[in-house]
């Protein structure tokens, strides 16, 4: 039988349970499988409870299971908070050294979920243990597979005396990989290949890693109960990238020419810029193999957010391809800065990667609450681009196209992602350099020929499309022109006149105009499934992966909808909406913020109104069978107009 595996390990931030899950999701996908990992953490550095779920399958997956097939707990909180998501028939692989605390004495797990627990325990009889926890869930058919991590170890290092005990203190995160994969009957194989990659940069800790798995692998086989979740068997879709969101928007601002990228550090968009320091210099082809097929790209840490934003337009009047990326708290800092970009016509990218608000608000949790801050931020009326990501194969190309809207259009481009993209794992095909172009937009090199002294008008307001050519600051040949945050005249002075006015407004919102004509219509919005549906889905951003999940879930059941992705928010695609969304009989927005934004924007810009409101805003990202079931809810007779999704620990 051949199925997938829902999988959660979970313990005490700094415990190795991230390791842990790159190590399970590589072997997973060196076998061949699809994979999807979701990870969660507190916004504290060390001790706090974190969890990574995953999800391997041979046939495509693009979000999380809510039910768990095997929990990994390496300390008790894991018990507490997780053990009743296991499905009967599921296992729970554990630590006998770790039970029969009391919850009250887990200090780090309080609260309202806490006290769920404490009751649903007392009201079966049972104790408010671990025992407890573990009891109640065998009683559901979940089996138990205690594994005595202390007990492998020392007889490893009997077997092998060489080695230090001091180097085989981190080794339990592997041994419950290996244990994980062995109750499922995986091959050994692919966590062999998967552990060396993830200490590719300590070869040797990594080849005693790998002997600590094949022992504990060994040990499950001949000591532990079997399992009785179906053998996970070797799949097919081996050749891809096995990347996170961040690490996307990095490849993709490589690949599409960034050479200059900014930040201030801030969870969750530092991932993308530490990842970019640690590929400063790449090559630039496959054929690279001396000093001139070396590429570079500039990372600078500033001080603030402040500097962040106006150190990247910096670069981009000297003629760089120029980013800088931040969270919520982050570009609120930033709006001035952006204003400063837009009134001088700057091509500037920001990647916007949305956790939940306000104020510090949830700082390492997901949400999709700044898509109005982003079209709206800075002060009066300016333009710039928004475009928003739904997986990490849109989050290459769309950093690489971001650029070239930025330098196309001579304007401030915002890159939405969001926290459940950003942290999540999945297998990306690799990028295809056919598909990537660099369009540096009206950018002179030299001075126009002529006989007599050299003339330049940086914001020259005759073109049609509001985008005058523009020339790196410091260029050789050209006569002088200014950058002011006042407004100005077509040299850059700064001019008050009520007719200059018109014309620099009227010059900058052109670009809008032909921003609108130019991209795409398949950059502005993307269906899934049938043409003329009774139902349409509406959504954007990170949602993408479990709607399409839930969707192919309903049609197996008889049930047959439309899914449309917006992906340009400004300039909205007004036309392009309205004409999918017509042909409708019911529409249903699903957004992970409070007052469905989206949906907001389509009513004003399209006159439609959504028939029904599936939101969610708890700080966890949607599953696929929680988007299932809020749309069979929205399906049903008398469905309410707004539903509120909660699932998420």
């Not at 931030?13 to 842990?20: E, H, I, L, M, R």
């Not at 590589?26 to 550095?45: D, M, P, Q, T």
């Not at 898509?371 to 769309?398: K, M, N, Q, T, W």
Request: aromatic content about 6%; proline content about 7%.
């Amino acid at each position: 039988m051949n199925r997938e595996l829902s999988w959660m390990i979970g313990g005490p931030q700094g415990s190795g349970v991230d390791s842990a899950a790159s190590m399970m999701g590589r072997a997973c996908a060196a076998g061949g499988l699809w994979v999807f990992g979701k990870r969660e953490y507190h916004s504290n550095i060390m001790g706090l409870h974190s969890y990574f779920q995953f999800r391997a399958s041979p046939v495509e997956v693009r979000s999380h299971l809510d039910p768990v097939d095997l929990l990994v707990a390496f300390e008790e909180e894991t018990l507490f908070r997780h053990a009743d998501s296991v499905v009967p028939n599921g296992s729970i692989l554990y630590d006998p050294a770790k039970v029969e605390k009391p919850l009250s004495e887990v200090r780090t797990f309080h609260g309202i979920q806490a006290g769920a627990v404490r009751r649903r325990l007392e009201g079966a009889g049972l104790p408010t243990t671990t025992g407890g926890v573990l009891k109640e869930a065998e009683g559901r058919g979940v089996l138990l597979h205690p594994l005595p991590y202390g007990d492998i170890l020392a007889q490893f290092r009997r077997d092998h005396p060489e080695v230090s005990p001091s180097k085989l203190v981190r080794a339990t995160n592997t041994m419950a990989v290996a244990a994980s994969l062995a109750l499922v009957r995986f091959a050994l194989a692919p966590l062999e290949r998967g552990i060396l990659h993830v200490f590719a940069a300590k070869k040797e800790v990594g080849e005693l890693n790998v002997r600590v798995a094949r022992a504990t692998y060994e040990y499950v086989k001949d000591h532990v109960t079997p399992s009785r979740i179906p053998p996970l068997r070797t799949g097919a879709a081996a050749g891809r990238l096995f990347l996170t969101g961040t690490q996307a928007v990095a490849i993709g601002k490589i690949l599409g020419g960034c050479r200059f990228q900014t930040y201030y550090p801030i969870t969750p968009a530092s991932d993308e810029s530490e990842w970019l320091e640690s590929h400063e210099v790449f090559p630039l082809s496959a054929q690279a193999g001396s000093d001139q097929h070396q590429g570079g790209i500039v990372v600078v840490q500033t001080e603030d957010e402040i500097s962040a934003i106006t150190m990247a337009t910096g670069a981009g009047l000297a003629g760089a391809r120029a980013a800088t990326s931040t969270s919520g708290p982050g570009f609120s800092l930033m709006a001035e800065g952006l204003g400063f970009a837009g009134i001088n016509e700057v091509p500037v990218v920001v990647t916007l990667y949305q956790r939940a608000g306000p104020s510090t608000g949830l700082p390492t949790r997901h949400e999709q609450g700044d898509l109005r801050f982003a079209l709206h931020a800075g002060h009066g009326e300016f333009p710039r681009i928004v475009l928003a990501s739904g997986d990490a194969e849109e989050c290459i190309y769309d950093a690489a196209r971001c650029l070239n809207y930025a330098e196309r259009f001579q304007t401030p481009v915002i890159h939405l992602v969001d926290k459940a993209l950003a942290n999540s794992n999945s297998l990306v095909p690799p990028p295809s350099q056919s598909l990537i172009h660099i369009d540096r937009g009206k950018l002179l090199e030299h001075p126009p020929a002529n006989t007599g002294p050299p003339t330049y008008l940086r914001f020259d307001p005759s073109a049609e499309d509001g985008v005058s050519p523009r020339v790196a600051l410091g260029q050789e040949g050209f006569p002088p022109f200014w950058h002011t945050g006042d407004e100005h005249d077509p040299h850059g002075h700064i001019d008050e006149d009520p007719e200059n006015r018109r014309l620099m407004m009227e010059k900058r919102e052109a670009k809008m105009r032909a921003a609108a004509r130019e991209i795409p219509t398949e950059e502005k919005v993307a269906w899934h499934g049938p043409k003329e549906p009774e139902t349409v889905v509406v959504s954007w951003g990170s949602t993408k992966g479990a709607i399409l999940d839930a969707l192919a879930a309903l049609e197996r059941k008889g049930r047959s909808l439309g899914f449309l992705q917006v992906r340009l928010l400004d300039p909205f695609p007004s036309a392009e909406v309205k004409e999918l969304l017509k042909r409708a009989k019911r529409r249903i927005v699903i957004e992970t913020n409070f007052s469905a934004q989206l949906a907001g924007l389509v009513a004003e810009k399209t006159q439609i109104v959504m028939d029904h409101h599936l939101v969610k805003f708890n700080g966890r990202p949607l599953s696929q069978n929680e988007a299932e079931e809020a749309l069979e809810t929205a399906l049903g007779p008398e469905a309410p107009a707004r539903i509120v999704m909660t699932h998420g620990r």
